[in-house]
């Protein structure tokens, strides 16, 4: 289907945007991270509806128990709201809060459901952008986007796009997420999470175009937390055990992600030396040339072979696993200069590249 005029308009309108304030981000080395925490719905938007609870108290509730997780824990973060109380925070106002706040990552929660006439299945599924490849993930994408429904002159501020209509989606097939490795990255550190230590029914890391994390200029998941419409579900969202499990779990996956973050800005910031070594700490013979520089460039719950089209060209490929979790590597070398000229080689293809150090076949962490 081709485009018109004013969709064109609408989709550089946004694209143009969002490079810009990616590229300012660039410049930020010293400034603290800074995380966004998305509740969906709130206010006149109740979001889905269960037998007894309301989708918009239980998010805000898990965000809030999440925010004070993070907080606790990482004093070198700083956590923004969309929202921490029950009011409606229209879709684009949510966007831009993270945008203004030069956020790092963006967090949306949110429950879902099905019509009552149909069986509800139980489960979390986690969601980056992308195009829906299926109508499961289409009908996701609706109910979510149809909140834009609460706003005044809705149709003039999204360009005519209507949530309902599944030509509108069209759209999503030529935006270029280039956050999109980070994004399924950390959706996949939570997915594992919900799954292993939440104990939730696991519906897998998925694709779906969401208008809030359009717009969003930074990696960003939309976090389904199980199904509001499952009666048992309900029970489990609607407990405080439920809800401080979830927060947990979620908060696990940040830490993992931040983990890797800080690893990432301790290359960049230090030029890719090593890290001294306490003087008499070891002989002599602990030499350098134990320490390996590999290039991390891909995370996956895939296994993939040796030139599989994923990796674009790169050949060999290592990988080490992470829990569930794929990690996969090119090149080895002990020479820091040598691991600088790989890594600039990789990241002609993927952006998010980074050195990382093996010792004895060992990753250092």
């Known amino acids: 289907m081709a485009l018109n005029r004013k969709q064109l308009f609408f989709l550089f309108g946004m694209l143009i945007p969002a490079f810009f304030i990616a590229a300012g981000t660039l410049s930020a080395q010293n400034r603290k991270f800074t995380v966004v925490i998305d509740p969906g719905h ?89 195009l829906h490849r299926s109508k499961d993930n289409l009908d996701v994408a609706k109910a ?13 501020k999204y360009e005519g796009f209507n949530p309902n209509e599944p030509e509108s989606y069209i759209i999503f097939e030529f935006m270029a997420n280039e956050f999109l490795d980070r994004s399924v990255y ?11 230590n939440s104990k939730r029914i696991n519906r897998n ?19 389904e937390l199980g199904y509001i419409s499952n009666r048992e579900e309900e029970r489990y969202l609607k407990s405080e055990s439920g809800q401080a499990s979830l927060a947990a779990s979620i908060y ?4 993992e992600y931040k983990r890797e973050y800080d690893k990432k800005s301790y290359v960049f910031t230090n030029g890719g030396t090593q890290r001294p070594q306490s003087q008499g700490s070891q002989p002599a013979s602990a030499s350098v040339s134990e320490r390996e520089y590999r290039i991390q460039f891909l995370t996956s719950p895939r ?31 002990t020479n820091p200069e040598e691991s600088r000229q790989l890594l600039r080689k990789v990241k002609k293809n993927f952006k998010d590249a980074f050195i990382i150090e093996f010792e004895n076949g060992e990753r250092v962490k």
Do not use: W
């Open 303 to 333: 296994k993939y072979g040796n030139g599989a089209s994923v990796f674009k060209g790169l050949n060999p490929v290592d990988y080490y696993t992470d829990g569930k979790t794929y990690k996969y590597t090119y090149g080895r070398t």
């Open 42 to 130: 709130g206010g006149k938007d109740p979001g889905a509806v269960g037998s007894n609870s309301k989708e918009k108290d239980i998010v805000l509730s898990v965000g809030l128990k999440l925010g004070k997780l993070i907080e606790n824990n990482h004093p070198d973060v700083n956590v923004i709201y969309t929202r921490n109380n029950d009011r409606f925070v229209a879709l684009n106002q949510r966007a831009e809060i993270a945008n203004k706040g030069h956020a790092d990552l963006f967090i949306s929660l949110h429950c879902n459901a099905l019509d009552r006439r149909r069986t509800s299945p139980q489960g979390v599924e986690t969601f980056v952008l992308g």
């Open 186 to 196: 950390f959706a996949t550190m939570v997915q594992n999470q919900l799954v292993s």
């Open 205 to 223: 890391v998925r694709q779906a175009g969401f208008l809030v994390l359009r717009e969003v200029a930074m990696p960003s998941v939309l976090v």
């Open 252 to 255: 696990n996956g940040f830490k």
């Open 144 to 156: 979510e986007n149809s909140v834009i429904m609460y706003e005044e002159d809705y149709s003039v």
